[in-house]
């Protein structure tokens, strides 16, 4: 059975930062390109940023550039979003999921995978 489980959210003051982190059962994450999402109650979920499958190809919504980091933990198979200068707007629950990708070019587009159970971040003084 497929499964993303996403890990590190929590309380953190504005300025600060969080690291998330996506890990995977039931296959190897880094066979695919990976994306972060997040959602508040009453909204879409949106996309927040994604990493081709070698990790040579990023993309993050205009929102977060500049303040949040996607990577591959290859040791760990594992994909980690550094969050930096956090905002209140940043709160949300925080999904990863495999995402479309042409080579190295990855594209923000959920693979159609259940949505594993998410992190909540939380971003206040």
């Known amino acids: 059975q497929l499964q993303l489980v996403e890990s590190g959210g929590g309380l953190v003051q504005p300025g600060g930062s969080l690291r998330l982190s996506c890990a995977a059962s039931?296959?190897?994450?880094?066979?695919?390109?990976i994306g972060w999402f997040r959602q508040v109650p009453g909204k879409e979920r949106e996309g927040v940023s994604c990493?081709?499958?070698?990790?040579?190809?990023?993309k993050y919504a205009d929102s977060v550039k500049g303040r949040f980091t996607i990577s591959r933990d290859v040791a760990n198979d594992t994909v980690v979003l550094q969050m930096t200068s956090l905002k209140p707007e940043d709160t949300a629950i925080y999904y990863c999921?495999?995402?479309?990708?042409?080579?190295?070019?990855?594209?923000?587009?959920?693979?159609?995978?259940?949505w594993g159970q998410g992190t909540q971040v939380t971003v206040s003084s």
């Open positions: 999921s495999r995402v479309a990708a042409s080579q190295e070019i990855c594209f923000m587009t959920p693979h159609g995978d259940s």
């Open positions: 039931g296959f190897t994450l880094g066979d695919y390109a």
């Open positions: 990493i081709s499958r070698r990790g040579t190809g990023a």
